[in-house]
DNA sequence: CTCCTGTCCTGCCGGC
DNA sequence: TGCCGGCAGGACAGGA
C-alpha cells in the first residue's frame, strides 16, 4: 500500500500527536512481522521521542537514548493513534502496540506482514542495509533532473521499472510512478537511459508535483492505508491511469478513438497504466 | 553490475 | 453456495 505519500501522511500524523512523549511500554502480539520483532524494545522504556521522521517508505522515531525505530508498513500496514480517553478493541492484525505515559498508544496494523521494525542505534540508521544506498528524496532539492539522468543512465531496461528502484530515487511505488510517468507524457516501456534532457526535467517536475498532491490528499486508500485518525485518503479519486483499465484519462479522447482508453500491461510482474494516446 | 523470477502473507474478487 | 486461481500499494534473495 504505502508509498511515500502515504507514509509521510503517517509521520505527520505521529509528529503531532507523540513527538514529546515518553515511551511507558512496548508490546508485540506476535514473533514477527517480515522479520523478528527486536528484542530490545524495553530499552524505549522511560525515554522521549524526540523526532518522528522519514526516509524513502520508512518512518524513524528517534529517542533522547539515541536510538532510533525504523517502521516499515510493507504492503498493507497502517498506523493508528488512539488518545488516552479514546476506547479501541484491538482488532486483528494488530500486531505492535507503543503506549506513552501521556495513555496515547499507537498500534501498528498490518494484514500481510510484509512490514518490520527495527530498533537501532541512531548513527547505524544510514548505514542500515535497508536504507544505506537509497536514492535521493524526490522532494528534496537534492533531487533534479540531472541527478534522474545520472541515476537512470546504466539502466537500459524499461523507465517504469527503474522508478520503482529505491536506489534510483526513494519513495516511489507502483501507483505514484505509473501517474508521473503519465502526467510526463512518457510511455513506460521507454528505456531509462534513453530519456532527453527535456524529458527528465518533466519527469523530475511530474514526480513531486503528483506526490505532493498525493499527501495534500492524505495519500491514497485502495484498501488499507488510513491517516493516524482512522480516516481515509482521497487521492485515489485524482488517479489519472492507476487502476483505470478502460477509462479515458482526464481532458483526453482516448477511449473513444482508435485506442480503448487506459491500457493496463505487466512490467516485471506488477501492472503498469498508461494511457497510449497521450504517452509517447 | 543489471536483470529476471520466485517468495513472503492474507484477503478479496471473478469465474465456473 | 463453494471452490480455485489470480491479483494487490513492497522488497528481498538467488541465479543468469
Given at each position: 500500500m504505502p508509498e511515500l505519500p502515504e507514509v509521510e501522511v503517517v509521520r505527520r500524523g505521529l509528529q503531532g500527536a507523540i513527538e514529546g512523549a515518553v515511551v511507558r511500554s512496548t508490546n508485540t502480539r506476535r514473533p514477527n512481522l517480515r522479520y523478528p520483532f527486536p528484542e530490545n524494545l524495553q530499552t524505549l522504556h522511560g525515554h522521549r521521542l524526540t523526532s518522528v521522521g522519514r526516509r524513502a517508505k520508512h518512518l524513524l522515531l528517534s529517542t533522547d537514548n539515541h536510538q532510533t525505530l525504523v517502521i516499515h508498513l510493507g504492503m498493507s500496514g497502517r498506523i493508528v493513534i488512539v488518545r488516552d480517553d479514546q476506547d479501541y478493541q484491538l482488532q486483528k492484525h494488530d500486531h505492535f502496540i507503543m503506549t506513552f505515559e501521556n495513555g496515547t498508544r499507537i498500534i501498528f496494523n498490518d494484514t500481510r506482514r510484509f512490514g518490520y521494525v527495527l530498533l537501532l542505534n541512531s548513527d547505524d540508521v544510514p548505514h542500515h542495509k535497508s536504507l544505506a544506498s537509497i536514492g535521493p528524496e524526490?522532494?528534496?532539492?537534492?533531487?533534479n533532473a540531472p541527478v534522474l539522468q545520472s541515476r537512470l543512465g546504466h539502466k537500459s531496461g524499461p523507465i517504469k521499472t527503474a522508478l520503482l528502484d529505491q536506489h534510483v530515487v526513494a519513495g516511489l511505488g507502483n501507483i505514484y510512478v505509473c501517474e508521473a510517468l503519465h502526467l510526463s507524457s512518457i510511455h513506460p516501456t521507454r528505456a531509462a537511459n534513453d530519456l532527453s534532457d527535456e524529458e527528465a526535467e518533466t519527469l523530475c517536475g511530474a514526480i513531486k508535483d503528483v506526490l505532493t498532491k498525493a499527501i495534500e490528499a492524505g495519500g491514497s486508500t485502495l484498501r488499507d492505508h488510513r491517516l493516524t485518525d482512522g480516516s481515509l485518503g482521497y487521492f485515489q479519486y485524482n488517479f489519472s491511469v492507476y487502476d483505470r483499465e478502460n477509462l479515458a484519462c482526464p481532458g483526453c479522447s482516448c477511449d473513444i478513438g482508435k485506442t480503448k482508453g487506459i491500457q493496463k500491461i505487466k512490467q516485471g510482474g506488477r501492472s503498469t497504466y498508461f494511457c497510449p494516446q497521450k504517452q509517447k
Amino acid at each position: 500500500m504505502p508509498e511515500l505519500p502515504e507514509v509521510e501522511v503517517v509521520r505527520r500524523g505521529l509528529q503531532g500527536a507523540i513527538e514529546g512523549a515518553v515511551v511507558r511500554s512496548t508490546n508485540t502480539r506476535r514473533p514477527n512481522l517480515r522479520y523478528p520483532f527486536p528484542e530490545n524494545l524495553q530499552t524505549l522504556h522511560g525515554h522521549r521521542l524526540t523526532s518522528v521522521g522519514r526516509r524513502a517508505k520508512h518512518l524513524l522515531l528517534s529517542t533522547d537514548n539515541h536510538q532510533t525505530l525504523v517502521i516499515h508498513l510493507g504492503m498493507s500496514g497502517r498506523i493508528v493513534i488512539v488518545r488516552d480517553d479514546q476506547d479501541y478493541q484491538l482488532q486483528k492484525h494488530d500486531h505492535f502496540i507503543m503506549t506513552f505515559e501521556n495513555g496515547t498508544r499507537i498500534i501498528f496494523n498490518d494484514t500481510r506482514r510484509f512490514g518490520y521494525v527495527l530498533l537501532l542505534n541512531s548513527d547505524d540508521v544510514p548505514h542500515h542495509k535497508s536504507l544505506a544506498s537509497i536514492g535521493p528524496e524526490p522532494l528534496s532539492n537534492d533531487f533534479n533532473a540531472p541527478v534522474l539522468q545520472s541515476r537512470l543512465g546504466h539502466k537500459s531496461g524499461p523507465i517504469k521499472t527503474a522508478l520503482l528502484d529505491q536506489h534510483v530515487v526513494a519513495g516511489l511505488g507502483n501507483i505514484y510512478v505509473c501517474e508521473a510517468l503519465h502526467l510526463s507524457s512518457i510511455h513506460p516501456t521507454r528505456a531509462a537511459n534513453d530519456l532527453s534532457d527535456e524529458e527528465a526535467e518533466t519527469l523530475c517536475g511530474a514526480i513531486k508535483d503528483v506526490l505532493t498532491k498525493a499527501i495534500e490528499a492524505g495519500g491514497s486508500t485502495l484498501r488499507d492505508h488510513r491517516l493516524t485518525d482512522g480516516s481515509l485518503g482521497y487521492f485515489q479519486y485524482n488517479f489519472s491511469v492507476y487502476d483505470r483499465e478502460n477509462l479515458a484519462c482526464p481532458g483526453c479522447s482516448c477511449d473513444i478513438g482508435k485506442t480503448k482508453g487506459i491500457q493496463k500491461i505487466k512490467q516485471g510482474g506488477r501492472s503498469t497504466y498508461f494511457c497510449p494516446q497521450k504517452q509517447k
